[in-house]
């Protein structure tokens, strides 16, 4: 807020009449001034590539990137990047350009993302897991001229005009660093959001709006050439960038370990160990299972950062990091609020998202945009140097979105309307209370439960449906669909999870299908999600016809799996993921099978023998290995004979 306008508002509020009357107080104005005073300089028109170049040219040789046995330093880095390019450069890619790019996470697609950068075009992270009708969307709806990916990837691609690029083919491109006149003010990257409308929208991120983000990040954790970070998130997720450049601009090396660690909590957790990292950023319902297992009292991980979510765990005294929880929208380049977690045993309420970071501004507002209370639910707008500039082709969103600035003079200023429920406390910090509307967030992924329905609606034996999400017994959200079929037709949850699969990822999947007469209404007409049953067997939309367990192994391995999804019963060829099950539930899954049956199951195997009664052979024949290498003393022991 600008101090000029503090000032002015301030005095016109010295009457305490006139400041009850207008739902302000003069303390409480002077308060949010402090607390939003977060100026902080930094080099607004300096880029991203550039400061990796200067790294380069410092430390050639220092390590950039770790992935798996490849390391690349920055010398090599920088090179690879510059080939690329330069290669982009030929085919027309200039400042602002808008460059696909549909690469699995490792260290090629660092490269690719620098590259892009590098050409002066802004990067558009398409997932290659992604449903080929929403690659096609964002394609089309982008108008990338270029995709940049893998040649073992063009395959995946749907129809579309842009020119593909595999970066194996631009070995033999300049290695120097291209010229190109950036500012501040040019597009860095565009990320798609899902859309309430039934399609997902672009948010326009600035190089000085990702600055901001690199600078204060680097200030707050004191960021060397020594420290080593880590990658772990999807290449689609907005917070790839602050994995990278942080780091990358300042010297230090980022590791990125490979798909079976990422996803388990005490491999991760032995993975941070042994390579020595000092600062990771770990979604929220991971880092909460990291919390909960032991750690050595000395460690060189200096700061563990958690967000994307609403944490609810607080870490014991014995943790031997800063556990540090951050808040913001893809519309706010990642972070907005940011503040360390206490340690403590007993806390009554989920910790709080902290304060605002450098140059960012929040406000907690009533309908009527004016301040509530300290201490009063209102909706969470912000405002400063990391706001998007709009919504790609969504002129109306965006001005829907982003709004005047109601307490500045200065007329180009703008606050974010977010959506979010929250509450300002006596000291600053802000403590979250969910959304105003319906938008979910599912293991960090933000979902607009419209674009879901805009989907199911579209099968022919749907009449209508809501999406909402549910605690399941894990306390994680789960997406529900209610669906009112049309009479007389045939519905399996099969044919739905099909044809959704045509259009949405698998994270907007619903886990659970649940088929009502009709959808409970409020007296006002709207539909009364309050109202809505909870799942049970009677309801539940299933594949078929349930196949009970046979054998000892699969009966054992139901009564582990079932209570883990929230059911009461689950069929021997019911697929664990189809049913709700995810990577962090998967992880929960093998450590209860690993206390059950005696037996270590990695993880991938989950993904490969997704059902019960796949998952029992694997069991069986890895009991069987135990056994044959048992003498007769430990096998009888086993038998209970011993």
């Not at 204060?216 to 970070?229: I, K």
């Not at 007329?411 to 403590?431: E, F, H, N, P, V």
């Not at 699969?501 to 886990?511: F, G, H, K, V």
Request: proline share 7%; aromatic share 6%; net charge negative.
């Amino acid at each position: 807020m600008d101090t000029s306008k503090m000032t002015e508002i301030s005095r016109s509020l010295s009457d305490p009449l006139i400041a009850v009357n207008e739902g302000y107080s003069t303390r409480e104005w002077q308060q949010l001034a402090q607390w939003n005073a977060t100026q902080h300089e930094y080099p607004r028109h300096t880029c991203v590539p550039q400061l990796v170049a200067t790294q380069a040219a410092k430390q050639p040789e220092a390590v950039a990137l770790v992935e798996r046995n490849r390391m690349l330093t920055y010398r090599e880095l920088n090179r690879r990047a510059n080939q690329l390019a330069h290669h982009l450069r030929a085919l027309g890619v200039e400042r602002n350009s808008l460059v696909a790019l549909c690469m699995e996470r490792s260290a090629d697609l660092v490269i690719a993302l620098l590259g892009i950068l590098k050409a002066g075009g802004a990067y558009v992270p398409l997932d290659p897991t992604y449903p080929a009708e929403r690659l096609a969307f964002m394609l089309a709806d982008s108008a990338a001229p270029v995709v940049v990916t893998q040649q073992h990837l063009v395959s995946r691609l749907p129809a579309h005009k842009a020119q593909p690029v595999c970066l194996e083919s631009t070995m033999l491109q300049d290695v120097s660093d291209p010229v190109v006149a950036q500012t501040g003010d040019d597009l860095a990257y565009v990320i798609y959001t899902s859309g309430s409308t039934g399609r997902p929208k672009g948010v326009q991120i600035t190089h000085s709006s990702l600055l901001n983000l690199v600078f204060w990040h680097q200030r707050a954790f004191e960021v060397t050439p020594a420290d080593r970070a880590t990658q772990l998130t999807s290449p689609a997720f907005d917070a790839t960038g602050w994995e990278l450049w942080p780091y990358l601009t300042a010297g230090a090396s980022v590791s990125m370990p490979d798909e079976d660690v990422r996803t388990s909590a005490s491999e991760l957790r032995n993975w941070l160990l042994n390579k020595n990292i000092t600062i990771s950023f770990v979604p929220t319902a991971l880092a909460e299972n990291l919390l909960s297992l032991e750690w050595p009292p000395t460690t060189s991980l200096r700061y563990l950062l958690t967000g994307a979510d609403t944490l609810q765990r607080y870490p014991a005294q014995t943790v031997p990091f800063a556990l540090i929880n951050n808040y913001g929208p893809t519309e706010a380049t990642v972070v907005t609020t940011s503040g360390r977690v206490p340690p403590t045993s007993n806390a009554q309420t989920p910790p709080t998202i902290g304060r605002p970071i450098d140059n960012m501004q929040v406000y907690i507002l009533d309908e009527q945009l004016r301040q509530v209370p300290n201490g009063t639910p209102g909706e969470l707008y912000i405002g400063g140097a990391g706001l998007a500039l709009g919504y790609l082709n969504r002129p109306e969103l965006t001005a829907e979105r982003f709004i005047r600035h109601p307490f500045s003079d200065n007329a180009s200023a703008r606050l974010y309307k977010t959506g979010d429920r929250a509450r300002m406390l006596d000291d600053g910090q802000i403590a979250f209370m969910g959304r105003t509307d319906h938008q979910i967030k599912i293991r960090g992924y933000r979902i607009e439960p419209g674009e879901v329905m805009a989907v199911l609606n579209e099968h022919p034996a749907v009449q209508t449906s809501i999406v909402v999400a549910r605690k399941d017994t894990s306390d994680d959200n789960r997406l529900v669909a209610y669906i009112v079929k049309v009479p007389d037709a045939e519905l399996s949850a099969g044919s739905l999870r099909d044809a959704a699969l045509l259009q949405l990822p698998e994270y907007m999947l619903p886990a659970t299908f649940v088929l009502v007469d009709a959808l409970p209404l409020t007296p006002n007409g709207k539909i009364d999600r309050e109202a809505l049953p909870a799942p049970d067997e009677a309801n539940t939309l299933r594949d078929g016809v349930l196949v009970a367990p046979t054998t000892a192994t699969e009966q054992q391995l139901s009564e582990i799996v079932a209570p883990l999804l929230g059911l009461e019963q689950i069929g021997i060829d019911d697929n664990f993921f189809l049913l709700g099950g995810h990577s962090l539930l998967g992880t929960q899954l093998i450590a209860r099978i690993a206390g059950t049956f005696g037996v270590d199951l990695p993880l991938r195997t989950l993904f490969e023998a997704p059902t019960l009664r796949q998952l029992s052979v694997e069991i069986e024949q890895l009991v069987l290995v135990k056994i044959a290498a048992m003498n007769e003393e430990e096998v009888l022991r086993l038998l209970g004979q011993g």
